[in-house]
Each structure stands twice: as C-alpha cells, then as structure tokens.
T-cell receptor, first 115, second 113 residues
Framework: GAGVSQSPSNKVTEKGKDVELRCDPISGHTALYWYRQSLGQGLEFLIYFQGNSAPDKSGLPSDRFSAERTGGSVSTLTIQRTQQEDSAVYLC?????????????FGQGTRLTVV | GENVEQHPSTLSVQEGDSAVIKCTYSDSASNYFPWYKQELGKGPQLIIDIRSNVGEKKDQRIAVTLNKTAKHFSLHITETQPEDSAVYFCAASRRSSASKIIFGSGTRLSIRP
C-alpha cells in the first residue's frame, strides 16, 4: 500500500560520474513527474510522463539529463558526467490523471551530492 | 513559458494569528491550482486545491481564493499553530491529460510561540 518510492534516498558521487535515480510510482498512476529542489529553493520541473504519450522534456536543464519510464511504471532519471551544480534533492511524483482526480503524490526524494 | 510567482518567500506570524500567501500565474489556460506543504526532510503533500469554476474553498483553518481575471490565487491559514510551520508551495496546471504542474518558489512559514 506504498506511496511513491524513490531510491536511493541519498547518493554521493564524484564529479564526472554518471548516476541513476529510481522512482516507483503508486500502482495504477498514469502520470509521473520529476522535479529538482536545490537547497532552500522551489520545485524545478524536469520531465513529465503521461501514459503512452511522448514525455514533456521541456524542463531538462541539459543533454546530460535523461529519463525513461518502462512499461508505464518505474522511471529512471539519469545524469551523465555529473557536475557540482547538479547537487540537489530530486523528487518524483505520480498521479492518476483522469477527470477531476489530479492530486500528485510525492516521494521522499533522492538527495544527490556531487563532490 | 508558464510561470508561477509566489510571495512572500518567508513569513513569520505569532501563534494564533493568520497567515496569507499569494501567487500569480501566467498561463491563462491554467484551471487547477493545488497547494502543497513540505515539512523538513519530506516530500510535498497536497493540503488543498481549487479549480477554476470555484472562487473560494475552505477546509477547517485553511482557505484558498482564486481570481481568474487577475490570475491571482491565495492561501489563508487562520488560528495558526506550531505544526503549521513548514514550506508551502502554490502550483498551477491545466486539467488535461498532457499537462505538467508548475510550482511557485515556496514560502517558509514560521509560527512564533
């Protein structure tokens, strides 16, 4: 009966390495969102998946960032050649986007530190 | 592109007083306006939302108002309590199947005992 699950909860990586962040949405939710939250800042939109539609990638900050959603469920956010400015909390959310029911449920986030 | 502005960035009120947070949005097609509360170390959680066919909605000590003409919406918390201390985010989206949710920059609310 879980909510949105993200792993790992914390990740420390060396500058230049690639990282993968995972999101398990609530079962049956067709929409999945990734946001980035830098220390003390707001929620920066990264990418949005809705069913079988092409994802909205308009928030990805550079071509080092990519995301996939396999089988309409689990999503992976990949950051290649990490930089120190990539350090932030990465939040995933999912929603059952139909009709009036559009609440987005957030996971606890992955805190990424690039050293 | 779409943008949501939120003010103030920080707010400190005496326990028992009211708190008001204001937001404006740029996308005139937006018709769904949720408010989220984020406690330390946790993901944001929905506390109330309003749709464009409604001007005001209330849930116990929390109320939201929406002015579609001016593209403004506000969160009002009355009789504030220590557990109201958190970061609050407003957001806007189109209630369609292919629309992202755009968040404001957040308001850090502190309740003074």
């Amino acid at each position: 009966g879980a909510g949105v699950s993200q792993s790992p909860s914390n990740k420390v990586t060396e500058k230049g390495k690639d990282v993968e962040l995972r999101c398990d949405p609530i079962s049956g939710h067709t929409a999945l969102y990734w946001y980035r939250q830098s220390l003390g800042q707001g929620l920066e939109f990264l990418i949005y998946f809705q069913g079988n539609s092409a994802p909205d990638k308009s928030g990805l900050p550079s071509d080092r960032f990519s995301a996939e959603r396999t089988g309409g469920s689990v999503s992976t956010l990949t950051i290649q050649r990490t930089q120190q400015e990539d350090s932030a909390v990465y939040l995933c959310a999912s929603s059952f986007r139909t009709g009036m029911n559009t609440e987005a449920f957030f996971g606890q986030g992955t805190r990424l530190t690039v050293v | 592109g779409e943008n949501v502005e939120q003010h103030p960035s920080t707010l400190s009120v005496q326990e028992g007083d009211s708190a008001v947070i204001k937001c404006t949005y740029s996308d005139s097609a937006s018709n769904y306006f949720p408010w989220y509360k984020q406690e330390l170390g946790k993901g944001p959680q929905l506390i109330i939302d309003i749709r464009s066919n409604v001007g005001e909605k209330k849930d116990q000590r929390i109320a939201v108002t929406l002015n579609k003409t001016a593209k403004h919406f506000s969160l009002h918390i009355t009789e504030t309590q220590p557990e109201d201390s958190a970061v609050y985010f407003c957001a806007a989206s189109r209630r369609s199947s292919a629309s992202k949710i755009i968040f404001g920059s957040g308001t850090r609310l502190s309740i003074r005992p």
